[in-house]
């Protein structure tokens, strides 16, 4: 199949919440006709940035979500409440310091739950392949713990557990609803831990000012130029759960199959999360943990996410032995 005849549609999908809606876009290919549980995947991001410009940013022309596409899938993503073009919660419009922050992860769990139903019932499926990234691993775990049998395969893309260093999405003190973060700051987090020398080469100028101007242009624009708004749910999470011995999902729990990918240079989930997460996926059918080389938190986006792309790829398109025809 030809990336050249990718159909996209964006559409509102409506929460549990009266009044919040979520944005949800679809990609597939024109010739696509059936449509499948193994063929299905919804995507959701982190705790700070929206799925919409993570998932589907074209570097060197292609996006994520347009590979996937042309490769036969039909493809989803969600922009959690608060997030990217979905619908922002009351307290956004308001001082970040009225209110406790927002959009705690049982809520963003909800969302997801609106999400996959809405695409199980417009594809008439029983079941959907999950992706999540950083937080939304989290989100794609626990509703996976809640609903297995809504779920085909779930992939983790740098996975979230217990830590006992700060997140680096905490700048410490109190919490408000929102958090404010300036264009200005997004590089060097990105390339954290990453040697100078090899900065350039793994996320060029071209495809970061590429991911910047989509981001910080998006319905989670902040109040001023190169800013974003940001709920800070996942922050009180992370020092209320993750940091104090608390996971919000159970690994040993999930009956389907689990592929985890993780960059090198992950300081955000650095590699004794993926190990931990990897060594209680005890009820998995099976379970797979691909480590790429030279990449950081946000691999997918970086010039070796070809890996990233390959390995989901084999995950979700191979049949085991004992589930093949005879």
């Given amino acids: ?115 996959v139903a809405f695409i199980r019932a417009r594809r008439n499926l029983a079941d959907i392949n999950l992706i999540g990234w950083s937080w939304g691993t989290t989100l794609m775990s626990r509703y996976t713990n809640e609903n297995p049998e809504a779920v085909g395969k779930l992939v983790l893309i740098a996975p979230q557990w217990l830590r006992d260093t700060p997140s680096l999405a905490d700048a410490g003190g109190p919490l408000g609803a929102y958090r404010i973060v300036d264009r200005s700051a997004a590089k060097s987090r990105w390339l954290n831990g990453v040697p100078g020398d090899k900065k350039a080469a793994l996320l060029p100028d071209v495809w970061f000012e590429a991911w910047a101007d989509a981001t910080f242009a998006s319905g989670q624009a902040g109040p001023g130029p190169s800013q974003l708004m940001a709920p800070n749910g996942t922050v009180i999470d992370s020092r209320e759960f993750w940091a104090a011995g608390k996971p919000l999902y159970d690994p040993a729990g999930l009956v389907v199959p689990v592929l985890i990918v993780h960059g090198e240079w992950d300081r955000d989930c650095p590699l004794e999360m993926a190990r931990a997460v990897f060594g209680r996926l005890t009820a998995a059918p099976y379970r797979r943990w691909v480590e790429i080389g030279e990449a950081t938190h946000s691999l997918f986006l970086e010039t070796n996410r070809w890996q990233v792309f390959g390995a989901v790829d084999q995950f979700l398109e191979e049949t085991p032995p004992d589930q093949r025809p005879r």
């Fill in 1 to 115: 199949m030809s990336s050249s005849d990718i159909v996209t549609e964006g559409m509102m999908v409506p929460s549990d919440t009266a009044g919040i809606s979520l944005f949800v876009r679809n990609k597939r290919h024109a010739d696509l006709a059936r449509f499948t549980p193994g063929n299905t995947i919804l995507f959701v991001a982190g705790s700070t940035y929206p799925a919409s410009t993570s998932f589907d940013l074209k570097l060197d022309g292609v996006s994520w979500m347009d590979h996937l596409a042309a490769r036969g899938h039909d493809v989803y993503l969600v922009d959690i409440r608060g997030y990217g073009n979905s619908t922002r919660p009351p307290e956004m419009a308001q001082p970040a310091s009225d209110n406790s922050p927002i959009v705690r992860t049982p809520v963003a769990v909800r969302d997801i739950g609106s999400v």
